[in-house]
């Protein structure tokens, strides 16, 4: 992938007196941090699947896009229903991916590099072969029986209460054992915790000591409001139907009684408790849902709990629009008491934003667009691995499909695999360099065709500008860690200003595949920091964007 800016375009510098990591803020505070997919980052003994050792091997890569910390998606024992969601041993790391000293080799490399480490932390729920749950099940009254969600069936032989579950399908199974029924949220293979039970709140608090022990930096606490469940077991009310398309019994619900109990916010505490005796330890919340938004602010509010909450707000977005960004930006006011954001344009559970948001013949000018509008928002950013490649949604067929969801739904349901791909390191290798083995999943012909090596080698390609991007934040207060206004937010065309420590940065970004107006609101003049597809002060080609400096 290449870009119509050359280097002559990167016209000035950012203030050279600027500080990029003023004394008094934690390290976290504007962060960028990469997303690490264990299973598709790099492959290091030719099973086709990704591993530990493979990511140490690469994380030269990581570090040199320049930002501060990887977040590495579960690598923990597992049976893999889910991939890694479904957790059989907390403080183990599951074979296909290594050991725990493959896993303190990747930190010490990370730490040599400057890069922070983060890791998922999946508390909601374990796999059905974690021995808490094989414990509970065996009856009524062993040590464990309530460290998982039990409850006896209706009268009349049906489920506890109407709950539904992610995947599909009543919330609930039958176990013969112990003649109740088990609370799952996600799959049946996947119990819920009981974590109103001090016991397990203790325990779970146990499992994030003893990787703070082995020096991690962070943790991204997975599907955090269905940790805690109603007691009493209430039906959930109808959900007011919106205009969407249904595909899930779960979408027929408002969920009020399966998750986001108000005891959530207490074991948080505890939690950021036990983190604040490691020093700048930095929590992140996922929250989705009907009050996700709500929730995000609760777990964030103050000094007392979480650092940050993942808005899920351009994940599923159909489309990129100012008016999206403005909203957006505007739900995290710079106010006492308000938490600090985390946004993200691509997961490992969203298609990737190339093919939600822009035309095919468009994908290189909008993700040089899309690279510089990332790099500009207030909050932590979250790059996902081969974002800065540029990759796409790759179509996988039915039976290749690895998705369980997917799998459950299929056709309503588009599969995940599409964006857990493999990333391609070299383009001459038959499989993309990722592997010497077959891939678990197809890497796809056109991400095939923007492998690392050929981007490494074009200065002009969208690696290299999302080197620059990420430079210019971390060098620059006001992009890092400033106020965000909108001066005027368009059909197609965005402009904000950034604001800290006196000096200020105003953005221009045309989101649209024609030629806009330069708006009344933005600057005439000013220093130029970088420019993408061609704009400059007074044009804004299409997909046209700049930074200015004021």
């Known amino acids: 992938m290449t870009s119509s800016m050359t280097p002559a375009n990167r016209l000035t510098q950012p203030n050279p007196g600027a ?10 505070r504007g962060a960028a941090i990469y997303q690490i ?10 099973d086709g699947i990704g591993d530990l050792p493979g990511i140490t091997a690469r994380l030269d890569h990581v570090a040199a896009l320049g930002v501060d910390a990887i977040w590495v998606s579960p690598f923990f024992t597992s049976p893999m229903r889910d991939f890694g969601y479904d957790v059989a041993d907390y403080c183990d790391v599951d074979p296909i991916f290594g050991t725990l000293a493959d896993f303190d080799r990747m930190v010490a490399r990370a730490h040599e590099l400057g890069l922070k480490v983060t890791i998922d932390q999946v508390y909601a729920h374990t796999s059905d072969q974690h021995p808490w749950f094989e414990e509970s099940r065996q009856s009524r009254d062993n040590p464990r029986a309530d460290w998982y969600v039990w409850a006896d069936p209706r009268e009349d032989g049906s489920p506890p209460s109407n709950w539904q579950s992610v995947f599909g399908g009543p919330a609930w199974t039958w176990d013969a054992r112990r003649c109740q029924y088990y609370l ?16 397990v709140q203790d325990a779970l608090l146990g499992v994030m000591q003893f990787w703070l022990d082995r020096g991690v930096d962070g943790f991204r606490i997975d599907a955090l409001n269905f940790l805690m469940h109603d007691p009493g077991l ?7 139907y919106d205009g ?25 505490e505890r939690l950021r408790g036990l983190c604040n005796r490691y020093g700048a330890v930095f929590t992140l919340a996922e929250v989705g849902g009907d009050f996700a938004e709500i929730e995000m602010q609760e777990f964030t509010a103050g000094q007392d709990r979480l650092n940050s909450a993942y808005g899920f707000d351009f994940l599923y977005a159909d489309r990129l629009t100012p ?14 008491g308000t938490g600090w ?22 994908v290189e000018p909008f993700a040089r667009m899309k690279a510089m509008l990332l790099a500009s928002l207030r909050g932590n950013i979250i790059i996902y691995q081969g974002e800065e490649l540029g990759l796409t949604q790759v179509d996988i067929p039915f039976e290749q499909i690895q998705d369980p969801e997917a799998i459950a739904n299929w056709p309503l349901t588009l599969s995940r695999d599409g964006a857990r791909t493999p990333l391609p390191w070299q383009a001459q290798s038959e499989q993309g360099g990722f592997t010497t083995g077959q891939p678990w999943l197809p890497l796809g012909d056109e991400n095939h065709a923007r492998a690392v090596d050929l981007q490494e080698a074009d200065p002009n390609s969208l690696l290299h500008l999302t080197r620059d991007l990420l430079a210019l934040r971390r060098s620059h207060p006001a992009l890092r860690t400033g106020d965000f206004s909108v001066l005027h937010a368009g059909t197609d065309v965005l402009t904000f200003r950034r604001d800290a420590d006196g000096l200020s940065v105003v953005g221009v970004i045309n989101m649209g595949p024609r030629h806009a107006a330069w708006p009344a609101a933005a600057p005439s003049g000013g220093g130029v920091l970088q420019t993408v597809n061609g704009a400059s002060l007074g044009t804004l080609p299409p997909f046209g964007a700049l930074l200015i400096e004021e």
């Open 19 to 28: 500080n990029p990591e003023p004394a008094d803020l934690p390290w976290w």
């Open 37 to 46: 997919y264990p299973r598709s980052f790099c492959d290091a003994n030719g």
């Open 184 to 199: 799952h949220n996600f799959l049946s293979s996947q119990p819920q915790i009981n974590a109103h039970n001090p016991a």
């Open 234 to 240: 209430r039906n959930n009310p109808p959900a007011p």
């Open 244 to 268: 969407r398309r249904r595909t899930r019994p779960f979408d027929y619900q408002l969920k009020v009684y399966n998750q986001s109990h108000p005891d959530i916010v207490r074991f948080i």
């Open 323 to 336: 008016q999206l960004v403005a909203d957006t930006q505007a739900k995290w006011p710079d106010a006492p």
């Open 341 to 362: 954001p985390s946004w993200a344009f691509e997961n490992h559970d969203a298609p990737r934003a190339l093919s939600r948001w822009c035309a095919p013949q468009d």
